[in-house]
T-cell receptor
């Protein structure tokens, strides 16, 4: 049972480049989330999807887009990366109680 | 005022000590209260959760919620070096609501 799988684990981008962070869960969860975690800021919600076919903005959505491809997959896209988007990104899914998190993507924008 | 406040620490204790980790929150509608543990360079993992006020015990860990004072606590008995991690509290207002995370308290248990 893999849980929540995120790819890639590490990435370095140049300012202005685009990329998509992938997330997949195998627990048949309805809800999925994207967070970023920065030192001193804690976990901040970027976007979430309460069910297949729906997405909603979280606390810090600017500069990001998401796609709920199907029940298993929820991707996060940076269209034009900026140094302020340097962070650790976590995907999570839930069965309505606790969230299960992936192991994260460490993104550096130079 | 932030919805969830948590002292970031760091908190350093000797092995075997009793550890108390705390959060305060502002939204009286919160009903579920989660505690997550996050090891360095890993994703958060659910440690335990409680519903409404009261205590819940799981091995060396006890979660306590006082809704009247909007205060959440996690106690670790007989702390071990393997408990060294960042602990995040995360309340939510319902089974469908999003979790609201505290910033986490970094704990170090010295052998």
């Amino acid at each position: 049972n893999a849980g929540v799988t995120q790819t890639p684990k590490f990435q370095v981008l140049k300012t202005g480049q685009s990329m998509t962070l992938q997330c997949a869960q195998d627990m048949n969860h309805n809800s999925m989330y994207w967070y970023r975690q920065d030192p001193g800021m804690g976990l901040r919600l970027i976007y979430y999807s309460a069910s297949e076919g729906t997405t909603d903005k979280g606390e810090v959505p600017n500069g990001y887009n998401v796609s709920r491809l199907n029940k298993r997959e929820f991707s996060l896209r940076l269209e034009s990366a900026a140094p302020s988007q340097t962070s650790v990104y976590f995907c999570a899914s839930t069965d309505n109680y606790g969230y299960t998190f992936g192991s994260g993507t460490r993104l550096t924008v130079v | 005022q932030k919805e969830v406040e948590q002292d970031p620490g760091p908190l350093s204790v000797p092995e075997g000590a009793i550890v108390s980790l705390n959060c305060t929150y502002s939204n009286s509608a919160f009903q579920y209260f989660m505690w997550y543990r996050q090891y360095s360079r890993k994703g958060p993992e659910l440690l335990m959760y409680t519903y409404s006020s009261g205590n819940k015990e799981d091995g060396r860990f006890t979660a306590q919620v006082d809704k009247s004072s909007k205060y959440i606590s996690l106690f670790i008995r007989d702390s071990q070096p393997s408990d060294s991690a960042t602990y995040l509290c995360a309340p939510r207002w319902g089974s469908q609501g999003n979790l609201i995370f505290g910033k986490g308290t970094k704990l170090s248990v010295k052998p």
